[in-house]
């Protein structure tokens, strides 16, 4: 059973109930010792918590029939613990070797200051001098989790990015079939997402990326605590969550498509596997889940997360002329963009113009990265100054794993790119997939992307990727070898982004896929998914579908972008609707007004930016629903300061409701701020929490931004 979820709406009467503390998103005492108990009991420092997860190591993997708990374990471990870096990060690593299977495997576990949480990646490796019996059923993770009360759990977990209105819908479901059935299993692999879609009516496309049909991050609550899983694979992976009763469950999850020898010296890796403990209110676990993203999963520049930018998106294909003329707009109206994005329709030798994703034959020139010398004279570099001259960083898109047959690379160097054809031969005009696992493919795109950056003086590059790579890698896969090829094309694509970052330290990765479908904790981070979905390329897309999809995603990620919708200009409706740290703006305004409106939603972009990178609480949304609210509100728990928002969508009849403020202390003084009016007013935070805090939005359509902070 899904239910959707109303969180901070309400209606209280005075003797309600206050908490002595606010909501918070530091982890308690409590969290924090039983994560270093099971860590310690994983390093052979201690038992385990009886009863609440495997007595075991978290990881299990087979060779033919052998399985690896018969040889991989605890007191068995060589282990050699590494030192707390700056970064608050310290690594252990753990060792064994089998004699019957001549296979090694490593365990990199880390764990975090100041975070209740863990992960770890396993490697096997084939140390003898004979292939190796099938490695399979490698489960990155695999344990209990149990309830110490016998609770229902209830998994809590997020669509991916299909390019729908409901992508990152956030769902929670009961761990049951019915009322005397107390028992369910949940899976996530391909066989599984495509009946679901087929029950729910739901197009769901057939496509391995990470986060093509489902987000790879769990919540699994068990009454007061629950433990929050995540994988970190950019490519096909499976998960299944089984109830046996009793609040016993057991949880599973890796890689998907792998059942393959190892030759000799040859190794294969696990999903990067995260696992962190919280106790209380759901929002709390959620709330430390992205504060650590924020630390740990996060690119870093200079020892700080990189700060996503709030900019104006032209489109590629305008000439150079043109964007120009507009960056001389953007001079006159001050508008205080942080970045200059120039789309993609920028390269290749084709002749049909093009002013929007939607004309010109700019999509069969990729491969061939060149400056399109008919729009663009052969260079990017005038448009690169304009914007530095202004203050702006320059983005630029790129889309290196994909070509179509015909472009100079692909006749060049045949041997670089799987056609996913059975005889392997790549027919004219055909979509082909750079084989990242192919050392010289690497280096060329390696190549590619660090002439443009250096020639250009890119400050952001944005990588989109628009094919699942699977059907090529499967066509490709040699007799007893099924997943090798997948395996070796995303460690090629990590590698890839770390040498990038390793060559040019002050360069920025947007992570895209067709929108949000590379989105796991590998991917993030080296890159901010900063396109969360492509469905906000259409006309279709609606103002609400953006408010929803903003009001899920937020459940898991601090920082991720989006668009107002289409290529458009639109109102403040709009533009808060899709508020977010890295909200993107496409430059298509003609009149003044739509030059002060683009800069008026830029200047309340910027002023929300902030608080994005602080715990969410959402209020109030039904999805879809014309008739309904959206609200949430972030909260600075080190600056004691939060934004609230709330949309009043075109066919609501409510013109005001009531929210617990979580963050609210009662102890204090608050200061809000109406962001239209300027108005402040200063509110008793015991009342707020007693009495609520009343939102009136008066016409439909309409919406409030509202700041607080302590009173001075």
Known sequence: ?????????????????????????????????????WTGFLLGRGPAATGRYTADLPFSFKCGDRSSRDWVKIETARIESGDWQENGARTHVLTWRDDQTSLSCEMRLREFRGHPAFDWVVRVRNEGTADSAKIHDFWGIDTCWNATDGSMPILHRSIGSPGHEDDFQFRSEFMHNSMWDKRRRIPMDTPSNTRWGEIHSYNIPNDHRSSAVWLPFFNYQTGGDGLITGLGWSGAWRAYFDHQGGGSSTILAGVENLDTILRPGEAVRSTLNLALYWQGELMHGQNLFRRLVLDHY??????????????????????????????EKIQEYEIPFDV????????????VPSYSVFEGDWGIMAGDWRPNPNWHHGTLKPVS??????????????????????????????????????????????????????????????????????DYGMDWYEEDFNLDPNP??????????????EMRFIEGHFAFWDTLLQRFPNLAILNCASGGRRIDLESISRGEPLWRSDYNCFPEATAESTQDQSY???????????????????????????????????????????????????IQAKRCKRYFMGDYYPLANQQRDPAAWTAYHLFLPEEQEGMLVALRRAKSDVAAMTFDLLTIDPARQWEFEDYDSGKRWVASGRQIREEGFEVAITQRRGSRLIFYRPAP
């Open 385 to 454: 100054d304009a914007a530095h001259a202004l203050g702006m960083k320059f983005l630029v898109w790129v889309e290196p794993c994909r070509a179509l047959q015909g472009r100079p690379v692909t006749l060049e160097h045949p041997e670089y790119f799987l056609t996913g054809n059975a005889d392997g031969e790549a027919r004219d005009g055909q979509t082909l997939l750079l084989d990242l696992g192919n050392p010289e493919a690497l280096n060329w795109a390696v190549d590619v992307v660090a002439s443009l950056v250096e």
């Open 1 to 37: 059973m899904w239910q959707p979820l109303v969180w901070g709406a309400m209606m209280v009467s005075s003797s309600a109930a206050v908490p002595v503390e606010p909501y918070s998103s530091r982890p308690t005492d409590a969290e924090m010792a039983f994560v270093e108990q």
């Open 552 to 602: 899920g995603i937020q459940h898991w990620l601090p920082i991720q972008g989006s668009m107002i919708r289409g290529w458009s200009m639109y109102d403040t409706y709009e533009a808060r609707c899709a508020l977010s740290p890295g909200m993107e703006t496409g430059i298509v305004a003609k009149t003044p007004e739509e030059w002060l409106q683009l800069k008026a939603n830029v």
């Open 472 to 485: 090529y890698l499967e066509a490709a896969a040699e007799p007893d070898r099924w997943g090798m090829r």
């Open 298 to 327: 996060t690119p870093h520049m200079d020892g700080k997360p990189v700060e996503p930018p709030i900019p104006g998106v032209v489109w590629g294909g305008i000439p150079s002329a043109e964007h120009l003329e507009i960056i």
């Open 340 to 351: 200059y994005w120039f789309d993609a329709g920028w390269y290749g030798t084709g002749t």
